[in-house]
């Protein structure tokens, strides 16, 4: 009964246009009033301790660095060693995205500004080259998703945060899974791309290479930095995240010039923003999650669930089904904050390592980025190409099926994640 209350209320309120963390919030009266336990000081007291949180630091800092490294000419650095090394393949911009995608991934963490930023770049440049426009627009907004997934990455923070899980774990643990993601964008573009007749720029030379590489230099350090810097223990992620904002200040100011002391208050105001959209939603989260380990709700689903328990790969493919609609009504951070509790302790039962139940659960919230009709992502790129959602919903569908493919291979052979976050943990 009080899971169907706490489902009914949540839909409910989702379904009168109430913003996310004003209905859980509204969530957690519902169930208060169903277990006799009302009390506004339990409110506030869970909303400042959900907000309290020393990991939770690296989201603003990540959100940070991400607009200074837009705004300081990182990012457009970074499309133009992708252009340099493959620009001139058939198709061959569409692996510039591709590539940039990763790349950027490995420098913000987040989708929707890296999305932003290859679109407004590279989605002129394809159309005029001659690609059909749905189709690019909706190669750019799948290869925007790498960026929860590819360390850093905003999302396993707040999944860290929510479960108990080593944010370094979740971290060193994408980056396989993030890289296989990428590599079936490039399968699915070599098939839909190979009936066009592109004309492609001449190849750069290998002077223009290397001036392009050193160019970029500077920002193809900063993912290094972080990666070894988690894997041999310097700093934890949040520190990383600190690391990544001054890195990205100090190269836009006095490496690349490109960023002016008058344009931080923008920049920063920006930053702070999003963030404060993020972290409203953490600590509304940690109100209803208290609740939900006190109405034992993960125990209802444990027994709902309790025919697939003695079978982790039946249960991981329920879950997964279970998320993938969830993401086609819900963005990924309420997504995250509000199943993570449930179903964490029906995982762990199971005996399902958490760390790889992460990675396969942002795989899928992320993917539920580009899924009509709430995709974050999906609605971000349609706006800046100019297209209507139903056109970029044909032109995104090719790429969502491959990355549901790596989804089903992740869930099917565990190694794929296991093994190298083994090599990475030591």
């Known amino acids: 009964m009080t899971l169907l209350l706490f489902l009914g209320s949540l839909l409910g309120t989702m379904a009168l246009g109430i913003p996310i963390a004003f209905a859980l919030l509204l969530v957690s009266v519902v169930l208060m009033w169903q277990l006799d336990l009302f009390d506004a000081q339990i409110i506030a007291q ?5 907000a309290d949180s020393f990991p939770l630091l690296a989201v603003p800092f990540f959100m940070l660095a991400g607009e200074i490294m837009n705004a300081g000419g990182l990012s457009r650095r970074i499309v133009n060693i992708a252009m340099a090394l493959v620009g001139h393949k058939r198709g061959g911009l569409g692996y510039v995205a591709i590539i940039a995608s990763c790349l950027l991934a490995s420098l913000s963490g987040s989708a929707v500004a890296d999305a932003a930023a290859l679109a407004a770049l590279l989605v002129p440049m394809m159309v005029q080259a001659g690609h059909n426009r749905e189709r690019a627009a909706g190669l750019i907004a799948s290869g925007g998703i790498l960026a929860p997934i590819i360390p850093p990455s905003i999302g396993f923070i707040v999944f860290g945060v929510a479960s108990g899980v080593s944010i370094s774990k979740l971290f060193l643990a994408g980056i396989v899974p993030g ?4 590599l079936s964008l490039a399968v ?8 066009e007749n592109i004309a492609t720029p001449p190849k750069a030379s290998r002077s223009e290479i290397i001036k392009t590489l050193l160019d970029g230099s500077w920002a193809l350090g900063l993912p290094l930095i972080i990666v070894f810097g988690l894997k041999f223990g310097i700093f934890t992620p949040t520190e990383a995240a600190v690391v990544a904002a001054v890195y990205a200040l100090f190269v836009s100011l006095f490496i690349y010039r490109e960023l002016k002391l008058s344009q931080l208050y ?7 923003k999003t963030t404060s959209v993020v972290m409203l939603l953490v600590a509304a989260a940690m109100v209803s999650s208290w609740l939900i380990t006190i109405a034992d709700l993960p125990g209802q689903l444990s027994d709902v669930l309790a025919p697939f328990l003695d079978s982790p790969t039946a249960l991981l493919l329920m879950i997964m089904l279970l998320i993938v609609l969830v993401g086609t009504v819900m963005d990924m951070t309420p997504s995250i904050l509000i199943l993570t509790p449930v179903l964490m302790p029906v995982v762990i039962q199971a005996g399902i390592d958490p760390v790889y139940f992460g990675v396969l659960f942002l795989v899928n919230t992320s993917i539920g980025l580009i899924t009509p009709p709430v995709g974050t992502v999906l609605n971000v790129v349609c706006g800046v190409s100019k297209l209507s959602l139903e056109e970029i919903t044909r032109g995104v569908w090719p790429f969502m099926l491959a990355q549901l493919i790596v989804l089903a291979l992740l869930v099917l052979f565990p ?8 090599f990475f943990t030591g």
């Open 179 to 182: 890289l296989l993601l990428g």
């Open 266 to 272: 923008e920049v920063v105001l920006s930053a702070a």
């Open 415 to 422: 190694q794929l994640v296991l093994v190298p976050l083994k």
């Open 46 to 50: 869970n909303l400042l301790n959900g």
């Open 188 to 195: 699915a573009w070599w098939f839909v791309s190979r009936s």
